[in-house]
């Protein structure tokens, strides 16, 4: 598994735990920035990692800034994006399970950070489980992006 991973000034500590975490787990990633606590706008990051993973050259993206809010609006731009906001373990699980969330979002303001390695143990660990009434949603979803994003 290869995982896109970006944060905003705000997140840019949560980031760089999560990546020794990664590293410590054995799980490749690609880290899209930002390199210090230096202002930057989130939208600038959260679009390189929803665009990677879209394209398939990551499996999956994580995503920080100081609430999680702003890197969801952006990542769920994205057609085929499905971009989570966790704040618990049980968040992160249905968020894979029942939504194949291929983004997770964390606020790094918001959770500290052993619990952010909790949560994307969790998120990482969890299979979709390709219930029907989990797939029909989605589909519908995909329905509805196709007819939006022509």
Avoid at 2 to 27: C, F, M, P, T, V
Avoid at 93 to 102: I, M, V
Avoid at 141 to 149: G, L, R, S, W
Wanted: aromatic share 6%.
């Amino acid at each position: 598994m290869k995982i896109a991973l970006g944060s905003d000034h705000r997140g840019y500590q949560l980031k760089e735990n999560l990546k020794e975490y990664l590293k410590e787990l054995n799980i490749e990633y690609i880290d899209f920035g930002c390199e210090n606590e230096k202002s930057v706008d989130y939208p600038d990051i959260g679009f390189k990692v929803a665009i990677e993973v879209k394209s398939g050259k990551c499996d999956r993206g994580i995503l920080i800034c100081g609430t999680g809010i702003g890197m969801s609006v952006v990542a769920n731009k994205v057609k085929g994006i499905r971009a989570a906001l966790c704040h618990n373990e049980i968040s992160a699980r249905y968020s894979r399970e029942h939504n194949d969330a291929n983004i997770l979002v964390l606020g790094g303001r918001v959770i500290g950070s052993e619990l952010a390695k909790e949560i994307v143990k969790v998120w990482l660990d969890t299979k979709f489980s390709q219930e029907e009434r989990h797939i029909n949603r989605l589909n519908k979803i995909k329905q509805e992006e196709d007819k939006i994003f022509k």
